[in-house]
């Protein structure tokens, strides 16, 4: 795993124990989003590497 999944990995993690332990309903669904898009990032970090690295031979 590179340093920027991680790192983004570990956001995500952050975010969602802010998440539960915020009062505001609203404020809650938006670090549970934001979360999911730091999810999302790391995501399509990993599978574009491993789309490279299936690409070099």
């Known amino acids: 795993m590179s340093k920027t999944t991680k790192a983004l990995k570990k956001q ?5 124990l802010a998440a539960r332990s ?3 309903p609203v404020v809650a ?3 549970t989003s934001l979360a ?3 999810r999302a990032q790391a995501n ?3 599978k574009n590497k491993k789309k490279l690295k299936c690409l070099t031979p």
Do not use: P, R
């Open 44 to 46: 399509i970090i990993k």
């Open 29 to 31: 669904s938006q670090l």
């Open 36 to 38: 999911e898009a730091f």
């Open 22 to 24: 915020a009062t505001d």
């Open 12 to 16: 995500a993690a952050k975010s969602l």
